[in-house]
Structures are given as C-alpha cells and as structure tokens.
C-alpha cells in the first residue's frame, strides 16, 4: 500500500508484538473489547450488523506478529479482532461500530468496514472472497516493484466454496506471486455447519490444485499461528510464491448479532472453549516464568479498564458532519452534494 | 499525424502511457502472447516484458480483483475485458469494492485502475456478446465511465483513464475497431474525461450520443432537412452537463440517440436533468432514440433494425420538429 509511514499509535502497537506478555494481553483486548461491542449492541448503540470472533484471537495476534506492517492484509468482515491485532486502537474500533467520528474509517464504515492503511489493513471486505484477488494484486504490485514486502488474505470457511477463493490461489500460483492465504476455519459459513457445504475436512488440501503447500495450523495457538504465519511469509519473500494455511479455530458467537447459534451441537462450543486462546498462552506464560497468574490476573484487570474506558471515549464522540459523507467518493471531491459532478 | 485504426490508437495510447509511467501494467486474456482478441495490445509484451504484459487465466473476477490490489498498492493498472460481458463475473471487484475503497480508507487509498472492454452490436456476435451495457455502470458513485466513438477519442480518453486517480472504464464500440482517422497522439491528443465533443453545429435541435451511435448521429444530421449540434458526449460519468445544457438552451430540442434498451438507458438521466432544468423553454419533449427492450438478435437483417440507423433518427428527429410532438419507436407503430 502506498502510505507514508510516520510515528503513529498504531504502528508502536504493532511493534509492541514482538514481545509475550504483549501477545496476551492483545488478546485479552480483543476478548473483551468483543464483550463490550456486544453488551453496546444489546445497549442500542449499534445499527445493522456485527460479526464477533471471541475464540478466534490466536488467529488475528499471531498473524499480526508475523506480518510487517508494510504487508498489506485483506480481512473479512469479522475484523474487529483482527484490526486490533495488526495496531488500531479500542477507540478506534469502538468509535466505528457506533459510526462515531473518531472510528477508524470516520464513522462512514462501521463494523464490517474497518481500515487502518498505515499498519496495511484494506478496510475490511463485507464480500465473502472478495478479498482474496485484491491481496494477491497487492502481492502483484510487489512482484512488479521489486519489494520483498507481502500480501496476506485472512478468510473465513466459507469462502473456500467461491470463485473468488479459487481464481485468487489459481493466479498467485501461476505468477508465483508473495501472498500467504489464511483461512479462519470456524466450521461454520454463516449458519451453516461446513460438513454440509464442503467435501473435504481439510480446507488446506485445495492447496494440491494450485501445487502450493497447504498446511493445517491448530489456530488456537498463537505461537503456533505466528511460527505457520513466518514460515510462509518468508517464502512469500524469497519469490517462491504463496501459499494456503488453515486455521483450524471456532467462534464462540453465533454468525452476526442476530445469530444464538442454535444449530449447534450440544457440547461442541463447551468442547471448544477448553482450548481457549487465551487459557492456552497465559499457561504457556506462567509455566515458561514469564509471569504469575497473579501479574496475569491484575493485567486482565487494567486492560478491562482501558477497553471500558475507549468504549467510553467513542461514545463521547460525536457523530460525523454531514458534509463528510461527500468527500473521498472521487479524488477531490468536495464536502457538499455537488461533488464528484461537473 | 499518423492515420490510425481504432485499435491501432487503443494501442498506441496504451504505449505511450507504459513509456512515460513505469507503474502502468496491463493484464488480461490473450492479451500478451496473442495482441489481445481485437489486437490492440500487440507488440506491448515484446516492448514491455512479462512483468507489466500479462495473460490471465480465464478468471475475470480474480485478475480485476487483482488489479484492484495493485490499484491499490502503487500500479496503474490497464484490464483489458475482451467483451463487456465478462465484467458480470467479476462486477463486484468494480462495483463493490474498487469504487468503495477511496471512501472507506477516508481518502488514504486511490483505486487508479481502467477496465477497457469492447462493447456493443453490429458485428453478429449474438446476444451474450453484444451489449453496451452502459447501465450496469452508471449508477455506481466511485466509477467513472467513458466511451470511444472513433479512433481519436479512443486514444485521448484511454489516456485520461489511466492517469486519472479513480476507477475509469472505457468501452470502446467492437464495430470501430477498423475505423481510420488522423490521430494526434501526444499530450495533444489527450481527451479529459467529463468533456464533451461538438461534432456539428446546427441551429434546430441537439442530438447527444455515445459510441458508434455518435457516428450514426452525424449521418442522420446530413440527411435531414434541419441542422443540429451533434454533441458527442464521450463521458458518462461525469457528464458534460454545460456543454449539453448551453446547446438546447440555444436550439430548444433535445434528442439523446442510445445503443441501449429503451428502459433504464442512460439517455434518461440526460432528458430527465435539461428537461428539468429548461423547463419552459423547450420548442418539443425531449426524445431518446434506442433500441427495443430486447436482446440483440443474431440475423444480419435483424440486428441491422435491431440498432438505430441515420435514416430512422433522421426520421424520428424530422418528425419530432414537424409535429412538436414525441414520434413513436418503430416497433410501437
């Protein structure tokens, strides 16, 4: 992406990956700042749609530690997790669901529209599949310029079953083009259980079709997300071209806000949550030394406090000008209806 | 200056462009080994390398998606549709997100992309490869959209599209591509986008057209009893509002002849802005000659009525001047 980099909140929270305790406790703000949208959804503070991704933290964190932010990432709509991760701020996100002027996209996005270019997030495709050629045109455009900079596609199951999916891994396979294809396998597209849409159980083998490697990634471990995450970025680099990981992870909500997940086998979601993300990394810390459950419990504490107080923040923010819904239609256009017309 | 084909000035607008800006690179089908279906990429692979002259695979909603990502991240992009039909398969790399993506990264992202596409009847390509499609565009906010009506326009426009910072598509009318004329190529010959061209003066009516009709226009204006600005508008997105507004403020007729169903076509958004705003000054109603709302039937004979011709806009203009009153479509008579 052509951004121009400068000292920015985003980028020094992306930077701050590089370190454990950092890890989990982006985690645990994205557990909770999800918590939050859903008791200000519950509060009537949201309008249309939002997509949670409680239990799909590992995913997000361990992609944006391996990832440059120079690296430009096409994410679906089920972003929240994943702009935190990459470096936007809790206020940010917070302001764009509420469609407040200080939200990442300005208020004009919302919650499937998050953006944040300077740390290479696109704003967030609402399109299933729609993201996966853009990243691997951006990938393209670093092939073309001489950069050793990459394009990741995070999406979900459920675009494995589009065109969009399989000309994308066609495309980056013939032109040997730097984007790695990250799948968030949740079992479920939509409403809909992947067993009932999909031949096989391994997402990763479509990976056969375009002779790239494809390789099953327990996505409910944040090292091991970020080891699966480098190993193909850094192939990506080389000019070997991409490759498909498949995260194999759940989401603890229902589709969208609208959605109890009905459909759901008694047990599964129980099942699921004795693997948390979380749980799984903040014993790692403890066992490791890094931290005591105490120092991990007060962390939780104070990173409760701040999302509380961000979501605080957004709310106090007002709603955009009108005049701000006519600017950015076409380079130039002026903040009144005449706009982008002669 | 060089006597080009249609084709030949696509061709030479698209070298120009590669030559003076390393970041264009174009992509499609055949369009590299082959020269593209209507050869008007020939020579660009040999002169430019495999790394900006690309063939695609069959994938339309993959590489324009792709070609977004490049859009996106610093390329100049030039697609080439080898039928305006193709575009249905990846409409939602245009539509949804290339002409969202300046809106929702609040002006950080720029989308200089072009999408040429051939376009239109004439040729016996049957329905599936013969529509303008015009409309399917039009009403998107984010697109810019402009049409070649000759081998000049063709070069000057293309141009524009690929410097301009948005999403441009460009149709370029199949049944032109062997037109000759003088080309000015160079900056001179550049056509900004959302200008329109005069093409005849005349004191009676304003007859505003697209494309091969342009063409069809101008014949019709010889042959009638009465003179016309023929405007050629070459932009639909913006449209030449003044231009058009200043003519049939002077001649007090307007007629809007289309390559287009009769229903939806873009000829409404133009009747229905002067009709609004030169209410009461106006001599006649204003008229749109189109086509009917049918698919474009593949029998010569067919396809030749199926299209409007000099005489029959000849015919509906000289009535709409005799009577001051809209004429019927041939096939409502």
């Known amino acids: ?342 | 200056m060089p006597k080009l084909r249609m084709r030949q000035a696509v061709l030479q607008a698209l070298d120009d462009e590669m030559t003076e800006d390393a970041s264009v690179i174009v992509l499609g089908e055949d369009i590299a080994v082959a020269g593209g279906a209507f050869k008007a990429t020939e020579g660009l692979l040999d002169k430019f390398g495999p790394l900006r002259v690309r063939d695609t695979p069959i994938s339309e909603m993959g590489f324009l998606g792709a070609a977004v990502g490049a859009a996106i991240s610093g390329l100049k992009p030039v697609v080439e549709m080898m039928y305006v039909e193709f575009l249905g398969v990846a409409l939602d790399e245009l539509v949804t997100e290339a002409a969202k993506m300046r809106y929702l990264s609040r002006g950080a992202l720029s989308v200089p992309l072009v999408v040429r596409a051939s376009a239109g009847a004439g040729l016996g390509f049957g329905c599936q490869h013969s529509q303008m499609l015009e409309q399917w565009f039009r009403a998107t906010p984010g697109l810019k959209l402009a049409v070649a009506s000759g081998p000049q326009n063709a070069y000057g426009l293309l141009r524009s599209a690929i410097r301009d910072p948005d999403p441009v598509i460009v149709l370029e009318p199949r049944s032109l591509y062997g037109d000759r004329e003088d080309v000015e190529t160079g900056e001179g010959g550049i056509v900004p986008l959302g200008v329109a061209r005069r093409v005849s003066e005349g004191e009676d009516v304003t007859i505003v057209a697209l494309g091969q009709m342009v063409g069809v226009a101008a014949d019709a204006a010889s042959l009638g009893q009465w003179t016309a600005d023929v405007i050629d508008l070459q932009t639909l997105v913006p449209w030449d509002r003044k231009t058009v507004l200043d003519s049939v403020a002077r001649t007090r007729r307007l007629v809007v002849v289309e390559e287009a169903p009769y229903s939806g076509g873009w000829g409404t958004e133009i009747t229905d802005h002067v009709g609004g705003e030169l209410f009461g000054q106006l001599a006649a109603p204003t008229l749109r000659v189109t086509t009917p709302d049918i698919p474009v039937p593949y029998s010569g004979t067919l396809e030749a009525r199926f299209l409007p011709s000099a005489a029959y806009v000849a015919e509906q203009v000289g009535e709409l001047l005799s009577t001051g009153r809209r004429p019927r479509p041939w096939w409502e008579r």
């Not at chain 1, 454990?20 to 985690?27: T, V």
């Not at chain 1, 530690?65 to 206020?91: F, K, N, Q």
């Not at chain 1, 193909?232 to 997940?261: C, I, Q, V, W």
């Open chain 1, 1 to 342: 992406m052509t951004v121009n980099a400068t000292t920015d909140p985003q980028l020094e929270r992306r930077e701050a990956l590089g370190k454990p305790l950092a890890i989990y406790e982006r985690m645990v703000e994205i557990r909770l700042v999800e918590e939050r949208i859903q008791g200000l959804y519950e509060q009537g503070h949201l309008r249309g749609s939002t997509h949670l991704c409680s239990g799909q933290e590992a995913v997000c964190v361990g992609v944006a530690r391996s990832a440059r932010s120079t690296d430009t990432v096409s994410c679906t709509y089920r972003g929240h997790g994943m702009a935190l991760a990459l470096g936007v701020e809790p206020v940010g996100v917070f302001g764009e669901v509420t469609g407040r002027v200080i939200g990442c996209a300005g208020g004009l996005g919302g919650s499937m529209h998050l953006s944040a270019e300077r740390v290479g997030l696109l704003p967030t495709f609402a399109i299933v599949g729609a993201g996966l050629p853009v990243a691997a045109g951006a990938a393209l455009a670093a092939q073309v310029k001489g950069t050793d900079d990459a394009a990741i596609a995070v999406f979900g199951d459920g675009s494995a079953n589009i065109g969009a999916f399989h000309e994308a891994l066609n495309l980056a396979a013939i032109w040997k083009l730097p984007v790695v294809f990250i799948c968030e396998n949740n079992l479920y597209g939509e409403y809909t259980r992947i067993q009932l849409t999909t031949p096989v159980e391994d997402l990763a083998q479509r990976a056969g079709s375009y002779d790239m490697p494809g390789v099953v990634v327990d996505g409910q471990d944040v090292d091991i997300v970020a080891q699966a995450v480098e190993t193909a970025l850094e192939r990506a680099r080389r000019g070997e071209g991409p490759s498909l990981l498949e995260m194999k992870t759940y989401r603890y909500s229902g589709h969208s806000r609208s959605d109890a997940a009905t459909y759901r086998p008694p047990g599964e979601l129980e099942a699921w949550k004795k693997r948390d993300p979380i749980d799984i990394y903040g014993a790692r810390l403890i066992k490791d030394g890094t931290a005591s459950e105490d120092e991990l419990a007060s962390l939780r504490a104070e990173i409760k406090t701040r999302v509380e107080e961000a979501a605080d923040k957004a709310l106090a923010s007002p709603e955009p000008g009108i005049g701000e819904m006519f600017l950015h239609v076409f380079a130039g256009s002026a903040s009144t209806g005449s706009g982008g017309r002669s």
